[in-house]
């Protein structure tokens, strides 16, 4: 059941990260209820532009950063 229970709560974190990463905005009595949360967190991570390609983490403050080398080797 655990096993079960794991990919759900994967499921919906992933459901939850691509709301917000493709900007859908939380009511604030929404996100003030579940603030704190690992459900927030995933919210808020997609909503601030975070994610993850080829095991590198990507930000706002890190933006494609191996793009940029390769661009200065041309």
Same mark, same amino acid.
């Given at each position: 059941? $655990?096993?079960?229970?794991?990919?759900? &709560?994967?499921? $919906?974190?992933?459901?939850?990260?691509? +709301?917000?990463? *493709?900007?859908? +905005?939380?009511?604030?009595?929404?996100? &003030?209820? $579940? *603030?704190?949360?690992?459900?927030?967190?995933?919210?808020?991570?997609?909503?601030?532009?975070?994610?993850?390609?080829?095991?590198? +983490?990507?930000?706002?403050?890190?933006?494609? *950063?191996?793009? +940029?080398?390769?661009?200065?080797? $041309?």
């Amino acid at each position: 059941m $655990i096993p079960l229970y794991c990919r759900v &709560m994967t499921s $919906i974190y992933l459901r939850v990260y691509l +709301a917000g990463h *493709a900007g859908q +905005a939380l009511p604030r009595r929404l996100r &003030m209820a $579940i *603030a704190g949360s690992q459900l927030h967190r995933a919210w808020l991570v997609g909503f601030l532009g975070f994610f993850e390609q080829n095991g590198v +983490a990507y930000n706002p403050a890190y933006p494609y *950063a191996e793009n +940029a080398t390769w661009l200065r080797s $041309i």
